[in-house]
């Protein structure tokens, strides 16, 4: 299994990311996903979640109306797109995968993150 997060980087205030997060190992089809990140000296905090269909999106308060979480199940890529970047966005981001089984066993998987960081 693998999640593997790309499109980070260093972005003025203001401006715009896309990150994607290729998914391998799995049906990623028939998983829900997330955005989880973590800001330097503190802990996760989940970002934005979509269901496996990708019809149905929830977002953190913090980015509702700037982010967009969406995915394409043919290319196996989940993607979130960062506009109006704040500083408090600045932090490494996670994609993660979950699914829950048949008598109760829930399986997650996470990618090794990207960061994301202002000047």
């Known amino acids: 299994v693998r999640l593997v997060e790309s499109g980070g980087g260093l972005v003025q205030p203001g401006g715009s990311l896309r990150l994607s997060c290729a998914a391998s190992?799995?049906?990623?089809?028939?998983?829900?996903m997330s955005w989880v990140r973590q800001a330097p000296g503190k802990g996760l905090e989940w970002v934005s979640a979509i269901n496996s269909g990708g019809g149905s999106t929830n977002y953190t308060d913090s980015v509702k109306g700037r982010f967009t979480i969406s995915r394409d199940n043919a290319k196996n890529t989940l993607y979130l797109q960062m506009n109006s970047l704040k500083p408090e966005d600045t932090a490494t981001y996670y994609c993660k995968g979950n699914k829950l089984f048949p008598r109760g066993t829930l399986v997650n998987y996470w990618g090794k993150g990207t960061l994301v960081t202002e000047p």
């Open positions: 190992g799995f049906t990623f089809s028939s998983y829900a």
